[in-house]
């Protein structure tokens, strides 16, 4: 949505907007998604195939006559007679610091691996992923308690200036081939990522927890069962791992195989979010 308003925002006639389809929500309503609002209120046009690959998303993108296409975020893979159908070409919005994190989580992979620094991307786009050469790119640092969401929606932000920039001056550009050796994957994310023990170092807990909110978030074992672990920070504390340490108005404070861990908020199954400390009273 960023790089869509930023577009219109700065003058670029908008042919065509294409999006995921409607889906099923809930009490399966089915639910359009949030680009599909943004283009409805900026007044363009919107096609919606199941797969970009199909011969109506080939005819309706064709129809429109793009210059160049634009993609950030799309969740499919171009296929090459789109990617050969603009003049300009077709280029991508990636949020990570391209040949590193390319997939489909590299917010939350940055996160993970404790990248001190990650960015933006901009990239032209081929049949392989994320793999094409580099237009542009801007750094950012990741702040020592930044989730995966908000710095989400900071790349976003700082990917939709460039992409402007960027296509102000894309005939003068010289692209720059990716460095293979230096490149790595970010896979899409599994239920079981988020899945822990605290034999876990708390650094490392404390990363998986700001990279998997909300999706598919972190469980440990509290209380006798599982719960989702919505906030909290690492801390220096010792002890067996799992054993409490502390009680307090700030959270509970768990030891980990290596520190300790301090639960803010959590959620017990079937339950709503609560504060740590009003689950540890019950025991």
Known sequence: MPSLEALVAAGHDVALVVT????????????????K??????????LQPERVRSAEALEGITAAGPEVLVVAAYGQIV??????????????VHASLLPRWRGAAPVARAILAGDRVTGVTIMRM???LDHGPVLARRETEIGPHETAVALGERLARLGSDLLVETLGSLAEIQPEPQNEEQATQAPKLKKTDGELEWTLPADEIDRHVRALEPWPGVTLP???RRVKVHSGRAAGGTG???????????????????????????QAPGSRPVPARVLAAGF
């Open 20 to 35: 995921q389809p409607d889906r099923p929500g809930n009490r399966l309503k089915l639910t359009p998604p949030a680009v």
């Open 79 to 92: 296929p090459r007679p789109l990617l050969d159908l603009a003049p300009a070409g077709a280029i991508n």
């Open 240 to 266: 067996s791992p799992g054993d409490i340490l502390a009680v307090g108005r700030d959270g509970v404070e768990v030891a980990c195989g290596r520190g300790s861990y301090v639960l803010v908020t959590i």
């Open 37 to 46: 609002g943004a283009a409805e209120r900026l007044r363009l046009p919107v």
């Open 222 to 224: 509290f209380g006798g």
């Open 126 to 128: 081929d049949e392989l």
